[in-house]
C-alpha cells in the first residue's frame, strides 16, 4: 500500500517541501543522534520506498539525507508530539494497523490547520498481538470517519510486491 500513497505523497512533498513520518512509540532517547540511532531501524521500509521512487537519482540515500538535513523530512515519535498543533504539513503514518485507536488519536488530534495526513496499513499484517483486523487503530479510524466530508479512504485489492507474496499474504 505504501507505494501508491509514497507516489502521491513526494507529489504534495514536492509542493509543500516538508513531510513528516510519524513513527510508533519507541523508549526514551536523548538528543537528537539517538534518536536518529532509535528510528533508523524501523525507517528502513519508508527508506526503501523513497530510495525506489528516487532511484533515477545518482545516490537515493543521499538525496534523503540531503532532505533530511534541510528539514524536507522530518521523522517524529509518536510518544513526543503530545501538546503539540503541527500546521501546514503533509503527515504518513505508516503501519497504523499497528496502532491502538488511542495512538491514532493522539497522531489525528495534532492536526493543524492545512495539514493532511495519510494512514497506510494492511489490517492483515498485524504485529501486535493484542489487535486484530477490526480492533486496530486503522480500521478503527476508517470507521469512526466513513462518511464524514473531511475524510476519503481507499482499499487497495492488489499486492504489488510480487507474486510470490501476494499468493503467501492469501494463504499463509
Known amino acids: ?24 512509540n519507541l523508549c526514551l532517547v536523548y538528543g537528537v543522534p539517538a534518536k536518529e540511532e532509535k528510528i533508523d531501524p524501523w525507517m528502513k521500509p519508508i527508506y526503501d520506498n523513497l530510495c525506489y521512487l528516487m532511484r533515477d537519482c545518482d545516490d537515493p540515500m543521499e538525496e534523503i539525507d540531503d532532505l533530511k538535513r534541510r528539514g524536507g523530512l522530518e521523522i517524529e515519535v509518536l510518544t513526543y508530539i503530545r501538546g503539540r498543533s503541527i500546521p501546514r504539513q503533509f503527515i504518513i503514518c505508516d503501519e497504523s494497523q499497528n496502532m491502538t485507536p488511542l495512538m491514532i488519536k493522539t497522531l489525528v488530534t495534532r492536526v493543524g490547520e492545512k495539514t493532511k495526513i495519510v494512514f497506510t496499513g494492511d489490517p492483515s499484517q498485524i504485529d501486535t498481538p493484542y489487535l486484530d483486523a477490526s480492533s486496530n487503530g486503522l480500521s478503527y479510524l476508517a470507521e469512526k470517519l466513513k462518511g464524514e466530508e473531511i475524510s476519503g479512504h481507499i482499499t487497495l485489492t492488489k499486492n504489488e510486491r510480487s507474486k510470490v507474496a501476494e499468493v503467501c499474504s492469501k494463504v499463509l
Not at 9 to 14: K, R, T, Y
Not at 18 to 23: A, E, F, K, W, Y
Open 1 to 24: 500500500m505504501f507505494f501508491y500513497i509514497a507516489t502521491d505523497a513526494i507529489v504534495v512533498f514536492c509542493v509543500a517541501h516538508i513531510l513528516r513520518i510519524i513513527s510508533e
